[in-house]
């Protein structure tokens, strides 16, 4: 067993165990490559800043936000502030004016941290409109301060002001001082049902995370991470650290548009995702062999059938594959599947953590029958992130989430809700004692709103409960289980089920515009725009027999009746999707309220 050090002094033990080997890369976008950072200049950038803090004058266990994407700079920052016992709250990139707003008040934030031009723009709104906030700290050298700005500082200058260097003494007294009870982080959750509740996570939450998934996972210094999710989410943020506990190399994404160029550039053994992107990952294959004429269907097909044969149902069962099959497997891995990890840049891959929402089992099968090991887990920002988690070397079910994690107590309350108790689960939300007291019962059990049953050893989720819809017929629906099936139909992209005080189920599709668009023109049915195209009744037929076709298994009050295609995709800028890319129902409820009262008048 490895005794990983605790944040506050967690780099700089690195530093002392790897010195210049590489802890971070990033790309800079102007000379149009991957740069560099040792674990030594990541502690000494880290140690400045602590210093520089402290010339600030940022008090022990004070809030402070770091407001950006995806930055080694975020990291910096993270790690000076648990040296000298102050706490960060990271901000979505994305977050409103009226969020961050909120945020500085609630958690009475002086210092913001701010990445690019977009963010330091929205916080010199909320500073000049009047609030907690005193000043700003901008990574971005090329940020154009407002020329009202005269308090806002760069990072680079405030790292090179050698005076700060006086600080050092006291920022290893409070390093020092640092006790397990004090906050780390404040993470606001992202709000689909209301105002953001900020989750409190403490040093030891963190310790007994990365030491609970010690042995767990076949990660090593030796892995090379891509991060792609934002550090603001909990997954992400967790598993970063677990990562620089390990002393892995981790290739920071700083733009999740790039996310496939950079996967394509580092070649990652690990990297963390949600489901959404494997989604697209398997929607780009069914689309090569539809694109690829019948041999190369045929030889894709082939391939993931014998891979899920090899994969699923031995390997991951726990069984070894008799000679045959290893040897057909061997053909396809170097004829096919390799070729499609290839260009995936996944050639070197190890296994990729997947969580955050529900995987479309067949989603699951298809990234398990190339030879990628999908790590399935659940969890919560209430839990320091996982609560279960595929075990490799142990038989793993599509469809569960994993098993539980060490130190983590968990059991079933009303309505089959997983509660949880431990170490890694917090003590409540900060400032608001009425949630914390709905949220975590006098026995200390704190209630997840997902339902879910034990077998075998794996946990399986199967709703949430706060999420389901009863029909005007008393029937109950778990919208995000018909979602998860119907998702995987190749010209849809997402959809949103509608039941709640219904008299049947409908949904609102957001259709796969340019391949439904191919095969309309293909049955003479030519649109020439998408309001066109989603308004045709031929399409509304054939979306709605594809769908039937894969809702059979389901009773017949939970099966889809009528769909509307929706010609714009969701988006955060509409408010329509929270930061973590969770849809709002209610806004998309509101939004579409006349289509949808219109589909139940007709019926």
Same mark, same amino acid.
């Given at each position: 067993?490895?005794?990983?050090?605790?944040?506050?002094?967690?780099?700089?033990?690195?530093?002392?165990?790897?010195?210049?080997?590489?802890?971070?890369?990033?790309?800079?976008?102007?000379?149009?490559?991957?740069?560099?950072?040792?674990?030594?200049?990541?502690?000494?950038?880290?140690?400045?800043?602590?210093?520089?803090?402290?010339?600030?004058?940022?008090?022990?266990?004070?809030?402070?936000?770091?407001?950006?994407?995806?930055?080694?700079?975020?990291?910096?920052?993270?790690?000076?502030?648990?040296?000298?016992?102050?706490?960060?709250?990271?901000?979505?990139?994305?977050?409103?004016?009226?969020?961050?707003?909120?945020?500085?008040?609630?958690?009475?934030?002086? #210092?913001?941290?701010?990445?690019?031009?977009?963010? #330091?723009?929205?916080?010199?709104?909320?500073?000049?409109?009047?609030?907690?906030?005193?000043?700003?700290?901008?990574?971005?050298?090329?940020?154009?301060?407002?020329?009202?700005?005269?308090?806002?500082?760069?990072?680079?200058?405030?790292?090179?002001?050698?005076?700060?260097?006086?600080?050092?003494?006291?920022?290893?007294?409070?390093?020092?001082?640092?006790?397990?009870?004090?906050?780390?982080?404040?993470?606001?959750?992202?709000?689909?049902?209301?105002?953001?509740?900020?989750?409190?996570?403490?040093?030891?939450?963190?310790?007994?995370?990365?030491?609970?998934?010690?042995?767990?996972?076949?990660?090593?210094?030796?892995?090379?991470?891509?991060?792609?999710?934002?550090?603001?989410?909990?997954?992400?943020?967790?598993?970063?650290?677990?990562?620089?506990?390990?002393?892995?190399?981790?290739?920071?994404?700083?733009?999740?548009?790039?996310?496939?160029?950079?996967?394509?550039?580092?070649?990652?053994?690990?990297?963390?995702?949600?489901?959404?992107?494997?989604?697209?990952?398997?929607?780009?294959?069914?689309?090569?062999?539809?694109?690829?004429?019948?041999?190369?269907?045929?030889?894709?097909?082939?391939?993931?059938?014998?891979?899920?044969?090899?994969?699923?149902?031995?390997?991951?069962?726990?069984?070894?594959?008799?000679?045959?099959?290893?040897?057909?497997?061997?053909?396809?891995?170097?004829?096919?599947?390799?070729?499609?990890?290839?260009?995936?840049?996944?050639?070197?891959?190890?296994?990729?953590?997947?969580?955050?929402?529900?995987?479309?089992?067949?989603?699951?099968?298809?990234?398990?029958?190339?030879?990628?090991?999908?790590?399935?887990?659940?969890?919560?920002?209430?839990?320091?992130?996982?609560?279960?988690?595929?075990?490799?070397?142990?038989?793993?079910?599509?469809?569960?989430?994993?098993?539980?994690?060490?130190?983590?107590?968990?059991?079933?309350?009303?309505?089959?809700?997983?509660?949880?108790?431990?170490?890694?689960?917090?003590?409540?939300? #900060?400032?608001?004692?009425?949630?914390?007291?709905?949220?975590?019962?006098?026995?200390?059990?704190?209630?997840?709103?997902?339902?879910?049953?034990?077998?075998?050893?794996?946990?399986?989720?199967?709703?949430?409960?706060?999420?389901?819809?009863?029909?005007?017929?008393?029937?109950?629906?778990?919208?995000?289980?018909?979602?998860?099936?119907?998702?995987?139909?190749?010209?849809?992209?997402?959809?949103?089920?509608?039941?709640?005080?219904?008299?049947?189920?409908?949904?609102?599709?957001?259709?796969?515009?340019?391949?439904?668009?191919?095969?309309?023109?293909?049955?003479?049915?030519?649109?020439?725009?998408?309001?066109?195209?989603?308004?045709?009744?031929?399409?509304?037929?054939?979306?709605? #027999?594809?769908?039937?076709?894969?809702?059979?298994?389901?009773?017949?009050?939970?099966?889809?009746?009528?769909?509307?295609?929706?010609?714009?995709?969701?988006?955060?800028?509409?408010?329509?999707?929270?930061?973590?890319?969770?849809?709002?129902?209610?806004?998309?409820?509101?939004?579409?309220?006349?289509?949808?009262?219109?589909?139940?008048?007709?019926?």
């Amino acid at each position: 067993m490895q005794n990983h050090s605790p944040l506050p002094i967690l780099i700089h033990d690195q530093a002392r165990v790897y010195g210049g080997r590489v802890a971070l890369r990033y790309r800079d976008y102007d000379a149009e490559c991957w740069k560099d950072i040792s674990w030594q200049t990541f502690s000494a950038n880290v140690r400045r800043l602590a210093c520089a803090m402290l010339a600030l004058g940022v008090r022990e266990q004070e809030n402070m936000a770091v407001f950006s994407q995806n930055k080694p700079e975020v990291l910096y920052t993270d790690f000076a502030a648990y040296a000298i016992r102050a706490v960060t709250i990271p901000l979505y990139a994305t977050n409103s004016e009226m969020q961050v707003k909120y945020i500085v008040s609630d958690a009475g934030i002086r #210092y913001i941290f701010v990445g690019e031009q977009v963010q #330091y723009d929205i916080a010199f709104r909320v500073l000049t409109h009047g609030s907690f906030l005193e000043k700003l700290i901008i990574f971005d050298p090329k940020v154009n301060r407002n020329p009202e700005d005269t308090t806002s500082i760069y990072l680079h200058e405030l790292l090179a002001d050698e005076a700060h260097d006086a600080y050092l003494d006291e920022v290893q007294r409070r390093t020092a001082a640092v006790q397990e009870t004090d906050l780390a982080n404040i993470l606001y959750t992202s709000g689909t049902t209301g105002l953001s509740k900020g989750v409190m996570l403490t040093h030891g939450m963190y310790s007994a995370a990365i030491a609970a998934h010690e042995g767990l996972l076949p990660l090593t210094d030796k892995d090379v991470i891509l991060d792609f999710l934002p550090f603001t989410h909990v997954f992400e943020r967790a598993w970063a650290y677990l990562c620089l506990a390990t002393g892995c190399t981790m290739a920071i994404n700083l733009c999740p548009a790039d996310v496939l160029r950079s996967l394509r550039e580092v070649h990652p053994t690990c990297m963390c995702a949600v489901p959404r992107f494997w989604e697209k990952v398997y929607a780009a294959v069914m689309q090569t062999m539809d694109e690829g004429g019948q041999l190369r269907r045929s030889a894709i097909e082939d391939a993931l059938r014998v891979g899920h044969e090899y994969n699923v149902e031995y390997l991951m069962k726990g069984r070894r594959p008799p000679l045959g099959l290893r040897m057909q497997y061997a053909l396809c891995d170097s004829t096919v599947i390799s070729v499609l990890k290839k260009r995936l840049g996944l050639e070197r891959a190890n296994f990729f953590p997947t969580a955050g929402s529900a995987i479309p089992p067949q989603v699951e099968d298809f990234v398990h029958s190339v030879g990628l090991t999908m790590v399935a887990g659940y969890g919560l920002t209430e839990s320091t992130a996982t609560v279960s988690l595929d075990r490799v070397g142990q038989p793993i079910s599509v469809g569960s989430v994993g098993r539980v994690l060490p130190g983590v107590e968990l059991r079933f309350g009303e309505n089959n809700e997983v509660l949880l108790r431990g170490k890694t689960i917090t003590s409540g939300y #900060y400032r608001k004692a009425e949630v914390t007291e709905l949220s975590i019962d006098a026995d200390g059990w704190f209630h997840t709103g997902d339902a879910g049953y034990m077998k075998d050893g794996e946990l399986f989720l199967t709703d949430r409960i706060k999420d389901l819809f009863k029909t005007s017929n008393g029937k109950y629906i778990a919208p995000q289980l018909i979602e998860s099936k119907l998702c995987v139909d190749k010209y849809i992209d997402q959809i949103v089920v509608v039941a709640e005080q219904r008299k049947f189920v409908s949904a609102l599709v957001i259709p796969q515009y340019d391949m439904l668009a191919a095969v309309a023109r293909e049955h003479g049915v030519d649109c020439a725009t998408r309001e066109e195209l989603c308004s045709n009744e031929r399409v509304i037929h054939f979306m709605m #027999y594809r769908i039937d076709t894969l809702q059979q298994e389901f009773a017949s009050y939970e099966q889809v009746k009528k769909i509307i295609l929706l010609p714009e995709p969701l988006s955060l800028a509409k408010g329509e999707l929270t930061d973590t890319l969770k849809v709002k129902r209610r806004v998309l409820y509101q939004r579409y309220k006349e289509q949808i009262d219109r589909m139940y008048e007709e019926e």
